[in-house]
C-alpha cells in the first residue's frame, strides 16, 4: 500500500512531464497518453530492479524516450532514428535577424505557433535534446543519461536543434519585424 501510495505521488510529479516529451516527439495525444501509462507499468513491475546510478526521473524519461520512438517507427513515419555525425558542423542560418525576446515569442499566438511548427519539424533525436534541457529544465547530464547518449552528444544535439530552430525561424521574425515597421 505504502508503494502504491509512493508511485501515485510520482505519477503526479512526473506524468504531466512524460505527457510533454512524447507529446512533442510523436505529435499524438493518445500515443503520448499510452507512452505515459507505459512507463508508469514498467516503473511498478521493476522498480526494485531499476539501477542506483540512475535517478528514478531520468529513467522514466528513458522509457518514455524508448517508447515514443517506437510508436514512431511503428506509423512507418521514420525508419530508423538517425544519429548525428559529430564531427558534422550544421549550417549557419541564411539570414540573421536580432529575435524577439522569449518573453514576447511566447505571448503572440501567431509567433507561439511558428515555433511549435519549427519544433515539431526538428528529427526526434534533437527534438528530444530541445525539449529535455530547454523546456523541462534538466541538466546537460540528466538529459544526457534519459536519451543514453554522452553528454557531449547532448550539447551536439542541442546546437543542431538550436541552430535549426533559428533557421526556419529567421524568415518568420524577419518580416515580422518588417510588418512592424
Known amino acids: 500500500m ?4 509512493r508511485l501515485g505521488g510520482f505519477f503526479e510529479a512526473w506524468g504531466d512531464r512524460l505527457y ?12 503520448a497518453e499510452d507512452v505515459v501509462q ?7 513491475a521493476g522498480a526494485e530492479k531499476i539501477e542506483g546510478r540512475s535517478r528514478l526521473s531520468t529513467w522514466l524519461y528513458r522509457v518514455a524516450y524508448n517508447a515514443s520512438i517506437d510508436r514512431l517507427r511503428d ?3 521514420i525508419v530508423a532514428v538517425p544519429e548525428e555525425a559529430e564531427d558534422e558542423t550544421p549550417p549557419m542560418p541564411a539570414l540573421l535577424v ?7 515569442m511566447l505571448e503572440d499566438a ?7 511548427e519549427a519544433i515539431a519539424a526538428l528529427p526526434p533525436s534533437l527534438r528530444a535534446a530541445f525539449h529535455l534541457r530547454d523546456v523541462e529544465g ?5 538529459a544526457a ?5 554522452t553528454e557531449t552528444n547532448l550539447k551536439v544535439r542541442l546546437h543542431r536543434a538550436r541552430l535549426l530552430l533559428r533557421e526556419r525561424l529567421s524568415a518568420f521574425v524577419a518580416g515580422r519585424r518588417e510588418g512592424h515597421a
Open 75 to 77: 506509423r512507418k513515419r
Open 110 to 116: 501567431e509567433t507561439r505557433h511558428a515555433l511549435d
Open 20 to 31: 510533454r516529451l512524447s507529446l512533442r516527439l510523436t505529435g499524438d495525444p493518445a500515443a
Open 145 to 149: 543519461e534519459a536519451l543514453s547518449v
Open 98 to 104: 536580432d529575435f524577439l525576446s522569449p518573453e514576447e
Open 38 to 44: 507505459e512507463a508508469f507499468l514498467k516503473l511498478m
Open 138 to 142: 534538466l541538466s546537460t547530464a540528466e
Open 2 to 5: 505504502e508503494q502504491q501510495r
